[in-house]
C-alpha cells in the first residue's frame, strides 16, 4: 500500500495556520454541545394597541360576533325583522297617530311601534269584554248555552245584524260572542254586557293585566258629538289580550 504525502510550502503556512484556529473556534460557537452556547431567541412582544400609544384606530371595524344569517339563522327571523322594518317605514310615514304591537306566541318575538300610546279603544273594548265572558263562564256562573233575550234596551245601532230582530227574541252566549267578534255586532255587546254587568269587567280588567284599559257605559255610546268619559286602552294592552 503506497502511503501519500504532502507538505505546504512556505508560502500557505500563514493561511493554514490561520485556518487551523478557526476551524476549532467556529465549531465551539456553533455546536449545540460546545463551550459557548447558542443565545436563546425571545418571543417578540405583541404589538401595543395604537389607543394606548396615542396614534390613531387606522379605521379597524371589528369582526361581527352574531352573523345576520347563515346555516344557523332562523328564516323566520329574517322575514319577522323584514316585516317589522316595512311597518316601521310605514307607521312613520303616516300622518295620523299610529300604534302597532306585534308578537309571534310560538317563538317570542315581538316589536312595538307607541305600544304604549293611549288611544279611544272604540270596538276594540269587545275583545276584553269577551274574555270576561268566559271568565264567568269559567266560574260556572254562565254558560254558552245560556240564552239572552233581546230587548229594545239591549238594541244599540251602528255595526251587527241583530239591531234588526225583534224584541222578545232569544240567543245564546255562544251565538253572541260569534255576532260580537264576527261582525262586531253592538247589540251582542250589550246583551252579553247586560247579562255580566259593567262592575265586574271593570274589576275584572286589572286582574288580567290592563292597566290603561277602561270600560265605561258612556265611553260605549254613540255620539258623533263625544263622550264624557273615553274608554281608553293601548296597543300593547290589546296585543296582551
Do not use: C
Amino acid at each position: 500500500m503506497s502511503v501519500l504525502s504532502w507538505t505546504p510550502s512556505r508560502a500557505l503556512g500563514l493561511p493554514l495556520a490561520v485556518l487551523a484556529a478557526a476551524v476549532p473556534a467556529f465549531y465551539a460557537v456553533r455546536s449545540p454541545g460546545g463551550v459557548i452556547l447558542q443565545t436563546p431567541k425571545v418571543a417578540a412582544a405583541p404589538a401595543a394597541p395604537a389607543a394606548a400609544m396615542g396614534l390613531p384606530a387606522l379605521g379597524l371595524v371589528p369582526a361581527q360576533t352574531t352573523p345576520t344569517s347563515g346555516p344557523d339563522t332562523d328564516p323566520f327571523k329574517v322575514s319577522f325583522d323584514a316585516m317589522t322594518a316595512e311597518l316601521q317605514r310605514t307607521a312613520s310615514a303616516s300622518r295620523w297617530r299610529t300604534a302597532v304591537y306585534v308578537k309571534d306566541l310560538q317563538r317570542g318575538y315581538e316589536w312595538a311601534y307607541h305600544a304604549e300610546d293611549l288611544f279611544p279603544a272604540a270596538s276594540l273594548i269587545k275583545l276584553p269584554i269577551m274574555v270576561g265572558v268566559f271568565e264567568k263562564i269559567q266560574r260556572g256562573q254562565l254558560s254558552l248555552y245560556s240564552k239572552l233575550k233581546l230587548r229594545r234596551t239591549t238594541r244599540m245601532g251602528g255595526s251587527g245584524s241583530l239591531k234588526w230582530q225583534r224584541d222578545g227574541t232569544q240567543y245564546t252566549v255562544r251565538y253572541l260572542l260569534e255576532k260580537l267578534i264576527k261582525e262586531s255586532d253592538n247589540t251582542a255587546m250589550l246583551l252579553l254586557l247586560d247579562e255580566v254587568g259593567i262592575g265586574f269587567l271593570q274589576q275584572y280588567f286589572p286582574q288580567m293585566g290592563l292597566v290603561y284599559t277602561e270600560i265605561n257605559s258612556d265611553g260605549l255610546r254613540l255620539d258623533s258629538g263625544g263622550v264624557r268619559t273615553e274608554n281608553y286602552t293601548t296597543a300593547r294592552e290589546m296585543g296582551a289580550v
